[in-house]
């Protein structure tokens, strides 16, 4: 599979994923500025309790897009928050590195509690700003790829987000259409 990575100018980067239940292959894309950001709550600090409220600011900005197009909102589900945060630990601790490595094997642990008709991942990282989940938000509206994750026909989401000792946040997003 052909893999293209992006890094936006205000250092930002984002990939996003697809899959289906018949496999539809990774699917990763160029930013191009298209659409703003819904406005964000305000994001401080960095404890556990931050990076879970920086989470639902996510969620939040996330469905506030969708409905302002039209769209359902997404409910977010603990089980596919805990695969997304898992990934996100991972590509903070170098484990792996950033990319949509495992993808199919989160989802394929969810199906067993969540079975799924589609599923798609949008992951970024970035450091050195004031609300690091309005940038991850923006550079995902701003790339289609992860416009077409967000904009897609899912009910479900998971947001994991982590920071490192280098000040850096990792930004996982599940979406899955239940059966």
């Not at 947001?159 to 000040?167: D, F, H, L, R």
Request: aromatic residues 8%; hydrophobic residues 30%; glycine residues 8%.
């Amino acid at each position: 599979m052909p893999k293209r990575l992006s890094q936006l100018n205000w250092g930002l980067l984002v990939l996003a994923a697809g899959l289906s239940s018949c496999n539809a292959p990774l699917s990763i894309s160029q930013p191009l500025p298209s659409e703003t950001a819904p406005t964000p709550t305000p994001f401080q600090g960095s404890t556990s309790g931050d990076l879970m409220n920086l989470e639902l600011s996510v969620h939040q900005q996330i469905n506030q897009y969708r409905q302002s197009r039209n769209l359902s909102p997404l409910t977010l589900d603990p089980r596919i928050s805990e695969q997304a945060r898992l990934h996100s630990e991972a590509m903070a601790s170098g484990r792996v590195s950033f990319s949509h490595d495992g993808f199919e094997g989160r989802v394929k642990a969810l199906e067993k509690s969540l079975p799924y008709r589609s599923a798609a991942e949008n992951v970024a990282y970035n450091q050195g700003y004031s609300d690091p989940g309005q940038q991850a938000v923006t550079g995902w509206i701003k790339s289609p790829g992860h416009l077409k994750n967000i904009q897609g026909e899912f009910d479900l989401t998971g947001i994991g987000v982590t920071k490192n000792a280098k000040g850096e946040y990792y930004f996982t997003q599940v979406f899955l259409k239940r059966r």
